[in-house]
Structure formats: structure tokens, C-alpha cells
């Protein structure tokens, strides 16, 4: 298993944890993360919740292997169960970006409510490139927190950014040595110890009400096109070429 639990102090951490393939997240571990967001809300001894990569790494986003073997499945795919559980989290989730996030590493901080990025943190929503779109609300919620022409850098173009442009664009908090991040982070999420949980949850939930209808209707429509795209052959290309370590050729489409 390549996602590690653990409680400790108040708070649950899940930490990603498959170095040898970049911190690349399979079915398994969008399924184990789904389990530990849904056991953490359960747990009374939890007053919030720590995401957490690897040094270098915080992840390379959906294993693309699972991409060619294993197109997601609509709703009901772990990725999907993974993304409901923390939209659905009414503890507060905390995120330690201790190196690149590609993907899905930078999606799901959008939908996060605390983001500590590492000064060696690289982010990136190299969808087009891959043959897919974007994912899980990001086309709805990129443009609204940077404006449409940074958007379409981002999205259209994939360019990769640093921690410090995603602190000016609101996506995250703050900028930490990369030896620092995490415990940052840890300190906190800790913070909530000290908060009485009733009006945290409560509070958590109104921030998110006027945006929630609106997140859950483009994650809708974008898992339609995401999953026939996954399909399309310029995905195929891009996935073959990422395996065959050479350039994808896009020029016959
Ligand atoms: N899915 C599956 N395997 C992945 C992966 C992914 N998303 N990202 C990395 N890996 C694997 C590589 O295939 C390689 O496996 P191998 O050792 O068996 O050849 C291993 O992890 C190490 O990756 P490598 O590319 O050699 O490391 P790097 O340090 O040169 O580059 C990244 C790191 C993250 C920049 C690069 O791996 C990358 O671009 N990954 C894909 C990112 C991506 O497009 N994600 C999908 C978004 S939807």
C-alpha cells in the first residue's frame, strides 16, 4: 500500500507514498485515500486532517498507466470517491506540498482549505498535453481565482508554476523551506485542538455553500469529456510516448 495512515495529536495524516514512481497515485490509492478522509470525519479524536507527500514530491499525479489500463469509470471510480470525500470533508484539510504537484496533486489543493508549498514546489495541469481536460472543478475554479488569461497558461498551455505564484493567485498559503513544509503544515492543522469543532465544521461548511453547487456541476460535465477523452488517441499517443520516454507526435491529428 502506498498511502500511510496516522493519527496523532488531533490530527489524521494520509501521506503519499510511492517514491520509486514519483508519488504517481493508482485506483488503490484513490480508494485508501477516500477510506482515511471518510474514517478521519468519523473519528471524534480528529479535528482535522494533514495531506503530505514526500520530500521532492508530492505527487505526479493519476498513475498513467492506470490511465491506459483502467480508464476511470464515471462516479463511481476511486478518483471520483476520493474527490467527493474531501469535498465533502467538514474537517478542516491541511496540505503540505513538499514538491511538485502535477495533475491531480494540483487539483485537489483547490479544493483543500490550508495549502504550505515548498520552495522547491513546481505545480502544474498538464491536461492538454496528455489528450485530456481538466478535472474535478479546476476549469471553474483556476479562472475564478486567476483570471482567465493566467487560466489558459495553466490549462491550455500546461506551463508548470512555483509555490510563489500559486501563493499571488490564492491557491496557497504561504512558501516554506522545503525542510519545513511539512511540520508547518502539521502545526496547523494542530491549531484546531484548541477550536471548538462545532463552529469550525460549521463555519467550513458556509465558506464553501455559495461555490459547492456550482464545483459539483463542472465536476459533472468535466468527468463526462474527461473520460472520453481518456479514450481519444491523442490521449493513447500521450500516453505511449510518456512510457516510451520520447516526445508525443500530435502532428497527424
Ligand atoms: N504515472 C505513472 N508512472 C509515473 C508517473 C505517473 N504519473 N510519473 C512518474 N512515473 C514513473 C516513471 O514512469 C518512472 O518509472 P520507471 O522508473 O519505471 O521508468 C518513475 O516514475 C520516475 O519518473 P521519471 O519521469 O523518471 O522521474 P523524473 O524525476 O525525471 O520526472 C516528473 C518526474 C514527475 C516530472 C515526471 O515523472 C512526469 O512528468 N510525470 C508525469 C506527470 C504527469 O503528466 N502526470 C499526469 C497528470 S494527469
Redo the contacts with the bound molecule.
Sequence with gaps: MSIKTATLNGVATIEIARP??????TLAMYQAMADAITAAVADPAVRALLIVGQPG?F?????????MRQPVDGLESPAFLFMKALLACEKPVVAAVTG?A????TTMLLHCDFVYVSDEA?L????T??G?VP?FGSSLVVPQLMGNVRAAEKILLGDPFSGAEAVECGIANAVLPAGEVALYARRVAERFNALPPGAVQESKRLLRRARAPAVLQAIGIEGEAFARRLRSPEAHEAFSA??Q?RKPDFSKF
Design positions: 520509486e514512481k514519483k508519488n504517481a497515485i514530491i505527487t505526479s499525479g493519476n498513475d498513467i498507466e492506470d490511465f511538485a502535477i495533475g491531480i496533486g513546481r502544474a495541469m498538464p491536461f498535453s496528455l485530456l478535472e510518456f512510457f520516454k
